[in-house]
């Protein structure tokens, strides 16, 4: 049964006391994972608009990822506390794996005859990520990067709390999209509490969340539209319809994360004042089913 959103949500007045949790670890896992030619086109509940929302996410992923990585690693001689290094190596690790299952995840978009647009797709995230690096001072990235962390941790937990959302994700897809949802629940404070170490500016992290959920919004529009014109579905009004109540209509995936979205621009705002790592625990299990049942 659905979860309501709000129930794990607690919020503490004292932000700066707030940190990742004890029993939270964050440690990096190869998924290799398979695609298999039986996963149909629309994975996400027979879907054509949602489906395509998340393709366009994942065709940002691998070099968004990257630039993740280099925005906390230039910063990290900053930390000496041993476990938050220990946690950035974490991150950093994590990440990583996302780009490459998420180059295979979209390798198998091109089998479905995509090729020409995942193409595209990358090519536009590299070029917009070259302009975030030569136009952003370093401190700049790594707000964009705590900025766009809180996006990937919230847009996560609106599928790690919901199990129909999750039951929504065709089996052949749903490893990836259950794996990739833990994680980032597992390190969603590692960029904002290394930002907070080296500048902790609110305003400008605030600034980046605006100018990155703009681009965001934008690139993934583009390609969402790109993907139902090339299958013909721009001229369906009904599915256009359907496809966007689920994502913008009351309790969409998009709507459900508003409250938390808004957070952010709060001056104590802490990643972990949404407790929800009883989520982590909980789909961690049923990943192990997964990998228990693949192997069998
Ligand atoms: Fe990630
Ligand atoms: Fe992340």
């Known amino acids: 049964m659905a979860t309501s959103a709000r129930t794990l949500r607690t919020v503490s007045p004292v932000a700066a006391a707030i940190a990742t949790p004890d029993h939270v670890s964050i440690k990096p896992q190869r998924m290799n994972l398979q695609f298999s030619s039986d996963t149909p086109r629309y994975w996400f509940d027979n879907d054509p608009v949602v489906t395509h929302f998340l393709n366009a996410m994942s065709l940002s992923f691998p070099d968004g ?17 041993p476990k938050r290094q220990k946690d950035i190596s974490g991150f950093i690790g994590q990440e990583a794996m996302h780009s490459l299952e998420h ?33 952003f001072t370093t401190h700049e990235q790594l707000a964009a990067t705590a900025a766009l962390e809180h996006l990937t941790a919230i847009l996560a937990d609106a599928l790690l709390r919901d199990d129909k959302t999750m039951a929504s994700i065709h089996p052949g897809a749903r490893a990836l999209w259950m794996w990739h949802a833990i994680e980032e629940t ?37 390609f969402t539209w790109k993907f139902l014109k090339q299958d013909g579905m721009h001229k369906r009004p009904l599915v ?7 994502l913008f209509g009351r309790d969409g995936l998009v709507t459900r994360i508003v409250p938390d979205y808004l957070d952010f621009f709060r001056d104590d705002f802490h990643p972990w004042m949404h407790e929800n790592s009883a ?13 228990e049942a693949q192997a069998a």
């Open 240 to 246: 256009l319809a359907r496809g966007l109540w689920k």
């Open 103 to 135: 180059t295979s995840f979209n390798r198998f978009l091109d089998t479905k005859g995509y090729a020409k647009l995942t193409k595209q797709a990358e090519k536009t995230a590299r070029l917009l990520l070259k302009g975030a690096y030569i136009r």
């Open 65 to 81: 990822e990257r630039f993740f990585v280099d925005s906390v690693r230039q910063f990290r001689d900053r930390v000496e506390d």
């Open 186 to 222: 597992e390190h969603k404070a590692v960029a904002f509490d290394l930002y907070q170490d080296v500048d902790g500016r609110h305003a400008q992290r605030k600034f980046m969340l605006i100018a990155g959920t703009v681009f965001l919004a934008a690139y993934t529009g583009v």
């Open 279 to 291: 989520l982590i625990a909980k789909w961690r299990r049923q990943l192990d089913d997964i990998h």
